[in-house]
């Protein structure tokens, strides 16, 4: 790709919009309003409080990236979004029970302000839940006319300048990829049959391209990465992300597999379970909703290992996941991790994880930076996959026939290595040598 010769000014408001107003948008919302009074740190984001060390070592270059990249500012940010529940951002938050009233009560009118658009749903896809503020429509092509008139009236509402979407709503039914996803005209054509191939979210996100919004998948679902959806991401010149928010354990699992590996200590199980109690575990009990979550789950030990090169070492690795939807402990969910390693002359380790993790909270500050990165690489009229987001994903897209990188520090040297490129400076390779030449 031909680096940008300008990226176009940040200036203006900007249209943050989420399919699915629930736990994770709310704390989204909540903690950038409560950033911008200074009420609360926005512990967690990259684009917030990373730094990006510029040049050598030695002459101690290591701007914050919102000094060194022109990313938009949080007051700029205007949100929205839909539901299928009519909960305003005030009522979904108390709803979710992820913060707690010290944080939601300065901010109360500005959340009650924020009401969300009636959903687009067809619960074939995520069979658990019932909505009751819903789109009615002639077929999927007449839903998908809906959500871009949506997106339309809230930018000019709210007079922002542009948009970018985030999908922040469920775990959807498994299924892969069939013919009317092959291209942009089968797809149209399936639109219009109501084909049972196109969920939920795939309607968003084909009205997002459409309006040329950036979209970034947070689920597992088969949302964007698709050829039909890829091709007209590129030809809107529309960036696109995804999938599946990397929070719990699987970010723990991108930690320390890379560990385990460069040390070349050899692995023969890995078991991970999860209890979960808020929307997001309820709809994991669905057997079909589980198995698009445990795709993404199971995939990344694979790549992290590569076992068909280390064949001693992790060619009969028994990898199992699960998890168990337990009401009591909502939002804050457990993941805990059983690894049976090996070492030296083969004898046998054990390294276990109790991950007493808040999945909201998590996920919040990636919401926040995908939102902003989109941003960015519209303005720097970057189309298409942004590989380069792979850091914030459990199944990262790739170009096709790609394998995704999964090793969470190689996903950091290549996002800020993007962001040095962009910017015209050296990329860091790390090597070192011309401190000693």
Not at 204 to 209: P, Q, V
Request: proline share 6%.
């Amino acid at each position: 790709m031909k680096r940008p010769s300008e990226i176009a000014p940040s200036a203006g408001k900007i249209a943050v919009l989420m399919p699915g107003m629930g736990a994770v948008a709310t704390t989204t919302i909540a903690g950038v309003l409560l950033a911008r009074r200074g009420l609360g740190e926005p512990v967690g984001s990259l684009t917030q409080n990373a730094t990006i060390r510029l040049g050598k070592r030695s002459d101690d270059r290591s701007p914050s990236l919102r000094e060194f990249v022109p990313l938009a500012q949080l007051d700029q940010l205007v949100f929205g979004g839909w539901d299928i529940f009519p909960d305003n951002a005030y009522e979904a938050a108390k709803h979710a029970k992820v913060l707690e009233d010290r944080h939601l009560e300065p901010i109360r009118a500005e959340l009650e302000a924020i009401a969300p658009m009636k959903g687009v749903f067809y619960p074939e896809y995520v069979k658990r839940l019932s909505g009751t503020h819903l789109k009615t429509g002639r077929n999927k092509s007449h839903m998908v006319e809906q959500l871009r008139e949506d997106i339309r009236g809230f930018i000019a509402q709210n007079g922002c300048d542009r948009a970018v979407a985030v999908w922040c709503g469920s775990t959807e039914i498994y299924f892969p990829s069939s013919a009317v996803h092959a291209s942009i005209a089968t797809f149209e054509q399936g639109l219009l049959a109501d084909d049972p191939g196109i969920s939920n979210s795939q309607l968003y996100a084909w009205a997002c391209i459409q309006e040329g919004v950036p979209f970034a998948n947070g689920a597992p679902n088969l949302t964007v990465d698709f050829p039909a959806a890829l091709e007209l991401a590129r030809l809107r010149g529309v960036p696109v992300a995804g999938k599946d928010f990397k929070t719990g354990q699987t970010l723990m699992k991108t930690i320390i597999a890379p560990g385990l590996k460069a040390r070349m200590l050899g692995i023969a199980g890995w078991f991970s379970t999860n209890i979960l109690g808020n929307r997001d575990g309820e709809v994991l009990e669905d057997p079909d909703s589980f198995k698009a979550k445990e795709v993404t789950k199971l995939g990344v030990l694979d790549y992290v290992l590569q076992p068909a090169k280390y064949p001693k070492l992790y060619g009969n690795l028994f990898h199992l996941v699960r998890i168990n939807y337990y009401p009591p402990r909502g939002d804050a969910k457990e993941g805990w991790d059983n690894i049976d390693l090996f070492g030296w002359l083969g004898y046998p380790m054990q390294l276990k994880l109790d991950f007493l993790c808040r999945d909201s909270i998590l996920a919040a500050p990636l919401v926040l930076d995908l939102a902003l990165f989109l941003d960015l690489a519209s303005r720097a009229r970057m189309s298409g996959i942004q590989e380069w987001l792979s850091f914030y994903f459990k199944s990262p897209m790739t170009a096709p026939g790609l394998y995704p990188e999964h090793d969470l520090f190689i996903q950091l040297m290549k996002l800020k290595n993007t962001l040095r490129w962009l910017m015209g400076e050296d990329v860091i390779t790390h090597l070192g040598h011309e401190y000693y030449d």
